[in-house]
């Protein structure tokens, strides 16, 4: 991918950005503001600037006279980056030049990482779970009446050394005619067994040579979503993957609701339908636009949070709501997908991922092993945050983990305006200091309908940066700006005013929505200060964090240690994996190893439930403001904020 | 049972029979004729005999005088024997003094041998291969989070040193209520592994304790019966029993016919199917007559010959009656009985007996396994005979195995008369050498239909001993007796003339009859012929013989020796084991030591294909006779013919 430079004046920031990316992303990035409302659509005309040097594509709008744009004016959130640029932003939509330089800082996102087949192979983590054979054999004759299945088995045996194979009824039924298709010329595709002393299994016979073709599918069911990629195990590549709205949603939006529902009469197995009909959905796109032979499907393994993996699986799960909140199972057998009713062939087996407790799902765990953590001798804090928030810390000698109560809020839930990280959605912020006037950007470049996860963590941020909103997140009422308003008794800042929103009506943030990203950001530090202090350590021996989750692919590190959801750490420690349920089903797919070592590591994994933990209380109350009560456990926060207001006077 | 002791006159033979036998029987037993056609119906009048000291009860007629009652006659069939009896046999019916004293001969029929679980538990074969352990479980509290399955493994591990568990998703989703039922006191079933290396898999959890209720089921599907045992494996007791016709029979009266059957459309689905709904019938008989708890019912062992095995599976039998006649597995896994619609929970595994080849089945190994042939020093030959025949010779250390085409004649396939062992078939005769009257007895003592196997061996012996029919089973032309007849080219013996009869013709053993019996008798013998010389043994190096099937047990011994469908050997060595599929089924299910060694023996017999060996078709020409063109073979049966025939002159 080309890149191209962009320089911004008068704040001689200049920073690299892919070619055709817009200048108000670019700013966004650099950490130059430019006011802008609409989102990025071109409607507020607000985002004026002026290129000096180099290439733009489009940003001339008729909200820009002739004069404007011989002058060299764009809309910035129009003008796209096609060669190295100068941009200057004009002194009416630029901050004071003082605060600009301390408030320049470039957006850190977390270095992503995803599954590397070959390194994998590499440090000697592959394990192949499931194998194929091209074999040829002698047909039977007058002096050999062996049975056929005798017959391949007593091959593979002399010549390919396998040795305690089994087979099932299902491939036996397939053997007579596809023997003879091609006169005993077979592949034979070995399921290995997960410990050496285990016995291989015979999962299919195909008339020919198809040892190019052997493929598995990795599944993450969401409670919200459910993801589905289709795995090819010989380069260790996804072929396709889809997502879809799990189907139970409408039966309730979380696992209690869900829980309660399946209670209910033939609620469990309404729920357990609905979830299956979902997956085969996925299933049915993902084989269609990877345009595989379902035959060579062999395996799909499965990670799900404990009531995701219950219902999927038809296990009763009023128990994990009810005290002492106890899941039915830890580890589940191999499942024959045909018991669950899922739409492959009969001789695919599915793998679940074990759950540690009602609450530590098979999810977690999937992250755990597909994140590498369960390998690391590094002190890792792994943070999932998606409809509910999970953390572990540890290493490969010990973890401790819990599902911490921060409710949805980084999906939307309980903020005004919330939303999912979908097209409209508000995913960045900046505020100019003097004005208060906002430069927002939305998913899509359209105007905004609502704001998403890590679009509240920037705002909320910058805003206590600016001092916009103090510790409590609670409006300065001093400052003079219309955006801050006082409405029905409740404080907010309008974002976006209704005529440049997509719904009629102004979007703003209000300080019950500061207050819920707060408790929600304080459930997740504490219960990681509960977990790290229950095994006697501090965030200081912290070496690592990996991110997982929906939202934590955009957000600024930076500022979400300014609010106080992460501990404050360097950001280049900071790893993304995205879906990490579905990273370690995809693992779980590619290797053996992990199914090896994933009983182990899921019983090393000691849950604290949270509400019986005795000192979490504390931690949660000190956590209750921004970015903690404790401003020496964020030095780094404290300094930029001295130094931000110092400046601002 | 009491016992009385009938002496016959003027044979002055003495025999000791049950309390209420009839007077016919014990005369047959004895090896004393009397004529007698009804088959003890008490229609005929001619089984007139007197009473000379003792009690009988009935045998009083209208066919008696007054003065004959006061005489002391009874009709022979009538009479039952209540006390010790002595009873004189008329002039008119007894045959000439000379030869009676010959032809007096017990009847010899084989030991019958039983399945006897205190034998098998002292000779160190019982390996339980289902247990119920009881255990009462902490329930989990706001210390103990532990998930429920996880509960129970480390409670078994640590109280009943249980390692290395694996629990099926049928019993997952039982566990959260029933652990519950009765506070977390359950009894766990778990199924042992064949092989001290597998895994003990938990099958079934109850609330409460129920170690004394412990079940298995074995079935033997026949081609043309099913049998069902419920077995009780803590006093290893058959709790209830019941045979069925097998459902398929519509489809076709034997394997190639059903095999033809399943080639077409679907044919196959139709046979399985069929055989479903047969075993499920005998399920529920045995099930509601044994009163039994379904839910106690852990496993069902299933043995039947190889075609019948694969419709049962629904595997394509096709090629089982094509050159060079292969099946298509000799082991299957256990089967979850969900899978072939069998109405047993769905926590039950079936086993299905192992397959030699396409005509040597898992009937065949049931009964190697079943009769403990495969653990004896002895050589032996084990033949079961039925709908086909097939023959085993071997030891412990090794065995050789052949189908033999006898055709179904020993079920009365083929014979004019002939019938199954059921109410109203001839299954014994006797004739008056002088008169050449018949007695006959039947099953049920009623008017005789047919005549069955055991009834068709025993005629055409007597007949040959009495040289009524010669070595090629031609009628002696110049005998004067009406029952001798020729009708439309075909001669013919008259065994019940139509009047006696229930089906309105006179019944007949034709020419043809007797051919058809030789041909299948000297199939068999010359299949044990071949298999002896093939290993090169011959037939003086018989130490048993083990016979099984359906006409088995009443079959006379000396009388089977003397057509040459058994080798001359003692009696005493000849053990009779009754339905050896479903004795092997038993065993199955009673003990894994079974299991254990029937790969190793199913590996070891080593199967003869007769139509392609090539001294076969010699010993099958020789064996044409009766007994045999060397008599030298039967040096026994050769003497009693001189002796007779001398005595007859």
Not at 252 to 270: C, H, M, P, S
Not at 424 to 445: H, N
Not at 582 to 594: D, E, P, V, Y
Request: with cysteine; hydrophobic share 40%.
């Amino acid at each position: 991918m080309a890149t191209n430079k962009v320089t911004f004046l008068p704040h001689e920031i200049t920073i690299e950005v892919e070619d055709g990316q817009s200048v108000i992303r670019a700013a966004m990035n650099a950490g130059v503001h430019i006011n802008a409302s609409c989102g990025g659509e071109g409607v507020c005309g607000k985002c004026r600037v002026i290129i000096e040097q180099g290439q733009v594509e489009g940003g001339i709008s008729e909200q820009l006279s002739q004069e404007d744009r011989e002058k060299g004016y764009r809309l910035a959130c129009q003008a796209l980056v096609k060669s190295d640029v100068v941009v200057r932003v004009p002194v009416e939509s630029a901050i004071d030049r003082s605060v600009l330089n301390l408030a320049k800082k470039p957006r850190r996102t977390a270095r992503i990482k995803q599954v590397d087949f070959e390194s994998i192979k590499e440090q000697g983590l592959f394990v192949p779970p499931v194998e194929k054979i091209h074999i040829r054999m002698e047909p039977p004759d007058a002096t050999n009446h062996q049975p056929d299945v005798t017959r391949m088995i007593q091959h593979l045996r002399q010549h390919h050394g396998e040795h305690g194979l089994e087979v099932s009824l299902a491939v036996i039924r397939k053997v007579p005619h596809v023997f003879r298709e091609k006169d005993f010329d077979v592949t034979v595709t070995m399921a290995r067994p997960v410990r050496p002393s285990g016995k291989t299994r015979i999962v299919n016979v195909q008339s020919g040579d198809t040892t190019d073709h052997n493929l598995a599918i990795a599944i993450d069911i969401g409670t919200t979503t459910i993801f589905g990629q289709m795995v090819d195990l010989i380069s260790g590549n996804v072929l396709a993957e889809y997502g879809d709205f799990n189907g139970q949603i409408s039966y309730g939006e979380d696992v209690i609701t869900r829980i309660v529902f399946a209670e209910k009469g033939d609620g469990l197995d309404i729920l357990h339908k609905a979830v299956i009909k979902t997956i085969n959905n996925v299933l049915g796109k993902i084989i269609r636009r990877s345009k595989v032979d379902k035959d060579n499907i062999s395996m799909i393994t499965i990670a799900g949070n404990t009531t995701m993996t219950q219902l999927l699986l038809k296990v009763d799960p009023r128990f994990i709501r009810r005290s002492p909140y106890v899941p039915t199972a830890g580890i589940y057998p191999p499942i024959r997908v045909s018991d669950l009713g899922l739409e492959l062939d009969e001789h695919v087996t599915a793998l679940v991922y074990p759950q540690v407790s009602s609450y530590v799902g098979g999810d977690i765990v999937a992250g755990v092993m597909g994140s590498g953590m369960y390998r690391t001798e590094k002190l890792t804090l792994f943070l999932d945050i998606g409809t509910n928030a999970e953390a572990v810390v540890g290493n490969r000698e010990w973890m401790a983990c819990a599902a911490c109560s921060a409710g949805p809020a980084f999906e939307g839930g309980g903020i005004k305006f919330g939303m999912r990280a979908a097209k409209g959605a508000i995913e960045d912020f900046s505020i100019d200091p003097v004005t208060l006037e906002p430069m927002i950007v939305t998913i899509g470049d359209v105007r905004p309908k609502g704001i998403c996860g890590s679009g509240l963590i920037t705002t909320v941020a910058t805003m206590f940066e600016f001092g916009v909103i103090d510790n409590q997140g609670k409006f300065n009422r001093n400052l003079k700006t219309e955006r801050i308003r006082e409405q029905d008794g409740i404080w907010e800042y309008v974002l976006a005013w209704k005529d440049q929103t997509q719904v009629d009506r102004d979007i703003v943030l209000t300080e019950i929505d500061i207050e819920n990203l707060i408790r929600a950001k304080g459930a997740i530090y504490s219960g990681c200060m509960t977990l790290l202090e229950e095994v006697g350590m501090n965030i200081d021996d912290l070496e690592q964090i990996i991110l997982a989750g929906g939202f934590g692919s955009y957000v600024d590190l930076e500022k979400a240690m300014v609010i106080g959801l992460l501990p404050e750490i360097d950001p280049d420690r900071v790893t993304y994996v995205g879906n990490a349920s579905l990273m370690g089903a995809r693992m779980a797919a590619l290797t053996n190893k992990i199914r090896q070592e994933v009983v182990a590591v899921t019983d090393m994994m000691t849950n604290f439930e949270l509400s019986e933990t005795p000192s979490y209380m504390d931690h949660y109350v000190a956590a209750l403001f921004l970015p903690h009560t404790d401003m020496n456990r964020f030095p780094r926060v404290k300094a930029r904020l001295e130094q931000l207001r110092g400046a601002m006077g």
